[in-house]
């Protein structure tokens, strides 16, 4: 009786210690969490870039910028594109300044799309990148002569520009270029028009950067460190 009472005790100890060994291991056990985002709170749009440069440079003060930045893009056009014009005015009155001439003589010059102010500040005004599903995708590509005249200059029409932005496309030049390179382009590109060996005319046509990165082709796209 006395062994049957001793075998009994010592089978509830190990059945114990068995269960007490197991929710130990249980409790010890990392949980996968799941892991949701936290959309809660008040949410302010305080940038907005499409074109990159373009609100630095024709927006006359901080306060354009920042107004600019808040706008909905379908009302941008509408309210920022005078603005944009007369700011794109005045550079051209300052570099007239600069040349010696009168500001009445030195005008923004239809450029190598053939837009004219108002069209060029309206496009840019609104500030987000179009698609067109029938042409390459590009910011600008002046040498694609599409209908194989010779000629790759408006108002032949066979430039494909704003359709959108490719990684290798060198935005700040293209928008100098639409912005103050004229009918060719390289209306303001640091000319020596005397032959003395100096710049006579302003180099508004390229920031002098230029593109160093190698895009993957894979996503994201980042090109290996330099």
């Known amino acids: 009786m006395k062994k049957s009472i001793f075998y009994f005790t010592m089978l509830l100890s190990a059945t114990t210690l068995f269960v007490a060994c197991n929710n130990d291991d249980d409790s010890t056990m990392p949980k996968e969490k799941e892991m949701m985002p936290d959309f809660t709170g008040i949410y302010t749009q305080v940038d907005f870039m499409g074109r990159p440069g373009i609100n630095t440079v024709l927006s006359a003060d901080d306060a354009t910028k920042d107004e600019h930045n808040l706008a909905i893009p379908s009302e941008m056009a509408a ?28 005008n923004y010059e239809n450029n190598i799309l ?7 500040t309206g496009y840019l005004a609104a500030d987000v990148l179009e698609i067109a599903p029938d042409l390459p ?40 270029i639409l912005l103050f390179g004229g009918e060719t382009g390289d209306r303001f590109s640091g000319q020596d028009t005397d032959g003395d060996g100096t710049a006579d005319l302003p180099r508004l046509t390229s920031d002098g950067v230029a593109l160093t990165a190698t895009p993957s082709d894979s996503f994201p796209y980042l090109g290996a460190p330099e």
Do not use: C
Not at 114 to 120: E, K, R, S, V
Not at 155 to 163: M, N
């Open 137 to 176: 995708t590009t910011y600008f590509n002046p040498g694609e002569d599409v209908d194989m005249d010779g000629s790759v200059l408006v108002p032949d029409g066979d430039e494909v520009a704003l359709t959108g932005r490719k990684l290798q496309d060198d935005i700040i030049d293209v928008s100098l």
């Open 79 to 106: 309210s920022f594109q005078a603005r944009f014009e007369a700011r794109l005015e005045q550079y051209h009155d300052v570099y007239a300044g600069l040349l010696g001439a009168d500001p009445a003589d030195v």
């Open 114 to 120: 053939g837009l004219d102010a108002p069209t060029l």
